[in-house]
Structures are given as structure tokens and as C-alpha cells.
């Protein structure tokens, strides 16, 4: 049975870091694209990243360039978002998800998702 589960969310200061970890289960992390995204209260869901399997290419949206970094550790089975200079405007749930494919949709990051993790909060704010 596959499923995603976030870890890593909590309250952090304007400027600050945070590492969010979601954790696969019942399917090879490598062959398979792997996003992240969040919504905000009274908002859509956002787009924040796609990572593609194998060597392939990550994109990001464009509110998190710059300042967000997605990882895998394949072994570990973990899919990593580092997230740097924090704004407050980034509070939001984040959730990861699973493609159906291997590769990402570079205008459109939600794609083919298929599965998706219950989500972790994340809270900017000083």
C-alpha cells in the first residue's frame, strides 16, 4: 500500500530554516517523481517543487526559488525539503506526493500526482 508521511513541521521565525522529511512506503522512491506542495489558509494549493526520479530534472515554484532545496536519500526511503529564509507568507500546510511517472511537468508540478501524504504545518511568524 503506498504512502507518504510528513515529518518536520513546526513554528519558525522570519529569516529561520526548516527541514520538512516525508517518508515513502510500498513503492521504489527512485522510480517515481516526487512533489511538494502547500496551502495556505483560504487559499489553493500551491506548487512548491517536483523532483524527478533518477538524475532527473527539479523544479520549483516561483514564491520558493531561490530559498527552497528538495533531496531524496533512496535508501532511506526519505524525500527531503530544506527550506531557507523563511517568510511569513511560506506559513502553510505541505504535503508531498507521489507521480505516476518518472518524470516531472514542468508548467504544471501537480501532474499526474497520485498520492499524497496528510501533510505537515508549517508556521512563520515571530
Known amino acids: 500500500q503506498v504512502q507518504l508521511v510528513e515529518s518536520g513541521g513546526g513554528l519558525v521565525q522570519p529569516g529561520g530554516s526548516l527541514r520538512l522529511s516525508c517518508v515513502a512506503f510500498?513503492?521504489?522512491?527512485?522510480?517515481?517523481?516526487i512533489g511538494w506542495f502547500r496551502q495556505a489558509p483560504g487559499r489553493e494549493r500551491e506548487g512548491v517543487s517536483c523532483m524527478g526520479a533518477g538524475t532527473s530534472r527539479t523544479y520549483y515554484g516561483e514564491a520558493v526559488k531561490g530559498r527552497f532545496t528538495a533531496s531524496r536519500d533512496n535508501a532511506k526511503r526519505t524525500v527531503y525539503l530544506q527550506m531557507n529564509s523563511l517568510k511569513p507568507e511560506d506559513t502553510a500546510v505541505y504535503f508531498c506526493?507521489?507521480?505516476?511517472?518518472?518524470?516531472?511537468?514542468?508548467?504544471?508540478?501537480?501532474?499526474?500526482?497520485?498520492?499524497w501524504g496528510k501533510g505537515a504545518l508549517v508556521t512563520v511568524s515571530s
Open positions: 506526493a507521489k507521480s505516476l511517472y518518472y518524470y516531472c511537468a514542468a508548467l504544471n508540478l501537480s501532474y499526474g500526482m497520485d498520492h
Open positions: 510500498g513503492f521504489t522512491l527512485d522510480d517515481y517523481a
